[in-house]
């Protein structure tokens, strides 16, 4: 678990993030999601120890990552899987050499298993026939996959996603989604992604933090977000006419549903 205690960030005197609390949790998939200039990247960077903090703490498992010096975060940093929101490959590697690129920095296992377990990870994202290519030679969803990859080899802890879904066509980011979800819940891992992508929200919204001018404005599941009358929260996810038709339907649904009305306590009380 990752837990966020009163983080306060400022550049000069633009106050970022403003005294933001929250946790992330094992085994699921938190989103961050919030508009242009909410803070949600400079809260990830702050997570990730790309930024410093200037008050507050970041624990990784009951541990201040934040008041450790870099020898210190060395193990909790090893133990980080991050994908950017290009897939930042090298571009003069193929797959298989970029997937290896962790292994090779920070793995003392031989050359014969290093392999072994790039193609294990290629294999568990689906890309069959593609080592010998390079990233100009694959699409973008491949891309993603590639980074995807090279993020879970070295079997982290945690996983950090930058915008999974930039660039990508419906049906690639559907696939991506899955993915995502599908690896935080068969690993453990305690995964965190930056998104504006209102599928992602719905489909694999485990645990949603919303940010607002900064401020955690609202925490939740993707089946509070249905119910939430948090006018902010709904003016982002429910803009349109169409997202508001889909929430409506999605209220249906999830009435129809008897195991959700158990599980919410068999009350519209809690709806």
């Known amino acids: 678990m990752i837990e966020l205690k009163n983080i306060r960030k400022s550049f000069g005197e633009k106050e970022i993030l403003k005294d933001v609390s929250a946790k992330m949790e094992a085994g699921k998939t938190n989103l961050i999601i919030g508009a242009s200039g909410s803070g949600k990247t400079v809260l990830m960077k702050c997570m990730v120890g790309l930024m410093q903090v200037d008050s507050g703490q970041v624990l990784y498992n009951n541990e201040d990552f934040t008041a450790m010096d870099d020898k210190e975060k060395k193990p909790i940093r090893q133990a980080i899987g991050m994908l ?25 296992k031989s050359y014969r298993d290093r392999k072994k377990r790039v193609q294990e990870v290629l294999d568990r994202v689906q890309l069959k026939d593609a080592n010998k290519k390079y990233p100009a030679e694959i699409s973008g969803g491949m891309k993603k996959r590639v980074g995807i990859a090279r993020a879970i080899v070295l079997n982290p802890k945690y996983l950090f996603v930058d915008e999974p879904n930039s660039g990508l066509d419906p049906q690639t980011s559907l696939v991506i989604d899955k993915l995502i979800k599908d690896l935080t819940q068969d ?15 719905m489909e694999s919204g485990d645990h949603i933090i919303y940010m607002h001018e900064g401020k955690k404005q609202w925490e ?52």
């Open 220 to 271: 939740g599941s993707n089946e509070d977000i249905i119910f939430s009358d948090d006018q902010l929260l709904n003016d982002f996810i429910f803009a349109s006419e169409f997202f508001q038709d889909i929430k409506e339907m999605r209220k249906m649904e999830m009435f129809r549903d008897k195991q959700w009305r158990k599980k919410a306590g068999g009350s519209s009380s809690n709806s």
């Open 187 to 201: 690993y453990k891992i305690t995964t965190v992604v930056n998104t504006h992508d209102m599928n992602t929200v």
């Open 84 to 108: 950017f929101q290009g897939s930042a490959l090298f571009d003069s590697m193929t797959v298989e050499q970029n997937v290896m690129f962790p292994l090779d920095m920070f793995s003392d």
